[in-house]
């Protein structure tokens, strides 16, 4: 095994700790069937929306939110490692508030100051990370606040 493979082994471990689980700050409805989906996908795909995945065709809900922060743990091992490369101990779990914008962009994500990991170089490197990610957009039309904890931990 060469020593690249053996570097990303507790990384890979990082990843397998992370918490898939997250809070919703206020109420919305589920999605409802009133839009019907009897076309509506040939009306958006032929529409100047900016969205081209298919999940900006499904609203922002928790279950989506959370499986779209899934997609972005490279981001949360990159900056993870850089971290723990500087304190090989580092643990604790990071809560994010993320501010989702009615376009599906991060207008904001505060790291609670309760977080048990409160690692100024982590930090930075997730603030940087989280201005690119983007989400499907609400239902509501509206900003709407989410919660993830992020579980962090040396492999």
């Known amino acids: ?8 082994l507790p990384v890979l471990g990082l990843a397998l700790t992370l918490a898939p689980a997250c809070k919703k700050d206020s109420e919305s409805a589920p999605p409802t069937d009133e839009a019907g989906d009897s076309g509506d996908d040939a009306d958006d795909s032929a529409g100047g929306d900016d969205g081209s995945d298919a999940d900006a065709e499904e609203p922002l809900t928790q279950a989506v939110f959370e499986e779209q922060v899934q997609g972005y743990m490279d981001d949360v091992v990159d900056c993870y490692s850089q971290a723990s490369a500087e304190n090989a101990e580092l643990a604790g779990q990071i809560v994010v508030n993320f501010t989702i914008g009615a376009d599906g962009s991060v207008e904001s994500a505060v790291i609670d100051e309760g977080s048990s990991l409160n690692d100024e170089t982590m930090n930075t490197c997730l603030q940087g990370k989280f201005s690119g990610w983007t989400f499907a957009k609400p239902a509501s039309g509206e900003s709407t606040v989410l919660i993830f904890p992020f579980n962090l931990a040396p492999a």
């Open 1 to 8: 095994m060469s020593w690249t493979a053996r570097s990303l």
